[in-house]
Structures are given as structure tokens and as C-alpha cells.
């Protein structure tokens, strides 16, 4: 038997991190969440080239299209290699055949310099037609006026901004620095730290494998007003899997939680990329409802329609060679872990 849905969306993603797998260990163990940014992540996105950027988004949109997933709104950071990275990440889903939505995460981490050139990464490629947010990494690592030039430029664009929110406890005064900032449109990732009654407007982009794995807490996303999306934060695409793992951690701390609003979550995605709704998944399992899908697993999509054209057919990609891709992607990951 099977059932055919729209396809899903993962509502933040960092296709730059699908090269990761394996890296070489860091200098020393991470025993808290900054630590974890430092030893891993924002080394692993300073040796990042546009080859490498171009192979890991392919990767990390040939595993989501493998996955029902048929639009990514993704955030990325590439410090050394900042001016037409946004455009390698958009040609390279359009060559697998998935929508992207991208952002260059602006941060003070790389000094003035650095901050002015991710803004203006923004500005070009939106200001070009690029289906693009003003991206943010989290006001921890930006200045006060770096974050108000990011939402004065988000305006002057007609965009919304990609933010992360209140992810780790370095963040908890994020509700602060962001006070007045904040528009409808915003994408406020992870919000783990951040208060029930604090007064951010936006989409609350809810990362629950991601949170796990860096000990970060848990953010109960059910306890807020604002809308609520699903995402992975890197980890992969698979939406189904992360609503999942939505349900099991909302029922963790109240048994009377049902798969109900984690699949609400998940059906906000359509909300922020509405031409995924016009997408026609073909699944493995009859009936696609959360009731089902929050106990069985092993469901898979055998084929993916995208305005009338099949992108994916008997689970393998049509437009790319699957093999070439992750062997591309394997060899640039020897080169960033080199560089490691």
C-alpha cells in the first residue's frame, strides 16, 4: 500500500555541515555548548572553500530529496569563503531538484569586516532574485548594531531574518538584544533558553535531534504562541523522523501529549515554502497520519513529483547519479578534514 502527501520541509538546515560525518576530533572533549561551537563547528566552517560548499549542499539535498524532503531553509556560515556562497548552495538543490531557501549567517565573530561582508552576501543575492532570508547567527556573537543593520537590511529587502534564538545558555539574553527587532516573518531557531512570555515575533524553528546531541535542554516548543516548525539543524532531512523524535520528547514531559502538535509542526514548513504543498510524495505506508507515523518505522518515498517532473523514482535520484555525488562529496570531506 501506498499514500501520496505533499513533500516536506525542513525548516532550518546547514547543508555545510553534511561533510562532518567523521571529521577528525577536536583539539579536546566539548563539556558545554560554547565549547562545542568552538572546538567543532566554527572550525569546521572556516576551512570550508566552494567546492566544499557545493558537494556538501548537493549531499545534504540528495539525502533530503531521498527523504520526502522537497524544500530546505538553510543557514550557512563559510567565513573564508563568504562572496557567492549563497548562489553554490541554490545552484547546487536546483541540480538535485530541491527548493532551498538561503541565508548567510552575519556574525562579529571575524571582526567589523567580516560582518559587513555576510550582510552584503545577503543583499547581493536577494537583491539578484535568490530566494533568500537575511540570515543571523545568534546575538551572542554579533553587536548590537550588527543585528540592527541585518533587520534594517531585511526590511529594506522585503525578506524576513534566520536567526538563531536562545540555543544554549551563552544566548539567554537574546530576547533583549532582539527587543523591537523582531517581525512576523522571522525564523527564530532552536529557542530552548528563550522565556514563555517573552515578546519575539516570528516562527519558532524546533530542532529536536540537534538539541539532544548538544545537551542543550529541551525547548517544549508546545508552550509558546508563536508558530512552531520543525527542522533538523544539520542533522539530515528526514522530517518524518524528526517529528518523530518532536513527539517522543513532547510526551517525555507530559504523557498526556499526543502526536497531534508535533505534526502540526511539521505541517507548519508548508507555511514558510508553500510551493511544497504543490509537490506529490509517493510513500511506502498507508495512511501517512501522525497516529501511524509516530510508531512505525521504516517508511520511505518511492517517487517525487515536482511541478510535473520526477525527481525521485523507485527511492533514487533522476536528475543526479547518486554514486558520483557522494563520492564528490567524500572527496572534498578528505579535504576539509585535511585541512583540520
Excluded at 583539539?27 to 572550525?43: M, N
Excluded at 549542499?57 to 562572496?83: C, F, K, R, V, W
Excluded at 565573530?109 to 543583499?123: I, P, V
Excluded at 542543550?216 to 504562541?225: E, I, K
Aim: with cysteine; proline share 6%.
Amino acid at each position: 500500500m501506498t499514500a501520496v502527501t505533499p513533500g516536506q520541509v525542513c525548516a532550518h538546515h546547514h547543508l555545510y555541515s553534511a561533510l562532518a560525518r567523521g571529521m577528525p576530533a577536536p583539539p579536546k572533549t566539548a563539556a558545554t555548548f560554547l565549547e562545542v561551537l568552538e572546538q567543532i563547528w566554527w572550525r569546521l566552517d572556516a576551512a570550508l572553500d566552494l567546492e566544499m560548499i557545493r558537494w556538501s549542499a548537493m549531499l545534504g539535498a540528495l539525502e533530503a530529496l531521498e527523504q520526502g524532503t522537497t524544500a530546505i531553509i538553510d543557514h550557512h556560515e563559510s567565513p573564508n569563503a563568504i562572496e557567492g556562497s549563497l548562489d553554490v548552495i541554490a545552484e547546487a538543490c536546483a541540480t538535485v531538484g530541491v527548493r532551498v531557501v538561503c541565508a548567510y549567517g552575519v556574525t562579529d565573530r571575524h571582526g567589523a569586516d567580516g560582518a559587513r561582508r555576510g550582510l552584503e552576501e545577503n543583499r547581493r543575492f536577494i537583491s539578484a532574485g535568490g530566494r533568500g532570508l537575511v540570515g543571523i547567527h545568534a546575538t551572542f556573537t554579533c553587536e548590537d548594531e550588527t543585528l540592527a543593520a541585518a533587520a534594517a537590511l531585511a526590511t529594506e529587502l522585503g525578506a524576513g531574518v534566520h536567526i538563531h534564538v536562545a540555543e544554549g545558555a551563552e544566548d539567554i539574553d537574546a530576547p533583549q538584544k532582539l527587543a523591537g527587532l523582531t517581525r512576523p516573518e522571522w525564523l527564530l531557531a532552536h529557542c530552548v533558553h528563550l522565556p514563555t512570555d517573552h515578546d519575539l515575533q516570528g516562527t519558532i524553528l524546533h530542532n529536536p535531534r540537534s538539541n539532544l546531541n548538544n545537551a542543550v535542554g529541551y525547548a517544549n516548543p508546545a508552550r509558546f504562541s508563536n508558530p512552531v516548525a520543525l527542522g533538523t539543524d544539520g542533522i539530515g532531512a528526514n522530517m518524518i523522523e524528526s517529528f518523530r523524535l518532536a513527539y517522543v520528547m513532547h510526551r517525555s514531559v507530559d504523557v498526556t501529549a499526543t502526536p497531534d502538535p508535533s505534526w502540526a509542526w511539521l505541517e507548519t514548513g508548508w507555511d514558510l515554502v508553500p510551493e511544497a504543498r504543490n509537490d506529490r510524495v509517493t510513500w511506502s505506508y498507508e495512511p501517512m497520519d501522525p497516529w501511524h507515523l509516530a510508531f512505525t518505522p521504516g517508511v520511505r518515498p518511492l517517487q517525487v513529483e515536482m511541478d510535473g517532473e520526477i525527481v525521485l523514482e523507485d527511492g533514487a535520484a533522476t536528475r543526479v547519479d547518486p554514486a558520483e555525488v557522494r563520492a564528490k562529496a567524500g572527496e572534498q570531506a578528505k579535504r576539509l578534514f585535511a585541512r583540520l
